[in-house]
């Protein structure tokens, strides 16, 4: 894997998202039929893995800004915090990788670019985590133990 030649950029109109196939129907459809809407109207950030110069998405991302109610907190971390109903977080909320690169830990690659993204956009709108929208159990334990699946996603 040549980490250089791959790209995670802002979806645009002219990536190419109707051949994207990750194995899951709900996450194919959003690439293909919801994710440019969300953008546009400022709902979601999605982000698009590609190999330029070609347009075709190999993989994406959602970040979104946010709430968590306090009472959620695991209590050793709410002791730490101010008393609001509610917390400012960055909800990454949809991860998806196609299935012809599976196993090249473009699902790690994807991740740690909406982590560094999540940082960065902190730095000027707080949120004091990212909190993750798994949409079944195995992208639960990905997020758990993201490095022990470079050989499966």
Known sequence: MQSTSWQV?????????QTFSCASRALDRYLQRQARQDSEKRVAAVFALVQPPAAKVLGY??????????????????????????????????????????????????????LHRSVQAAAGIAAMTVVVDAKDALAADFYQHPFAYGQNL
């Open 61 to 114: 991302a959602t970040l979104s800004a946010s709430t968590l109610p306090a009472n959620e907190v695991p209590p050793e971390l709410a002791r730490k915090l101010p008393r609001y109903p509610q917390l400012p977080v960055t909800l990454l909320g949809r991860l998806a990788v196609d299935q012809g690169l599976k196993g090249q830990g473009m699902g790690e690659f994807m991740l740690m670019d909406a």
């Open 9 to 17: 950029q802002a979806l645009q109109e002219e990536h190419e998202r």
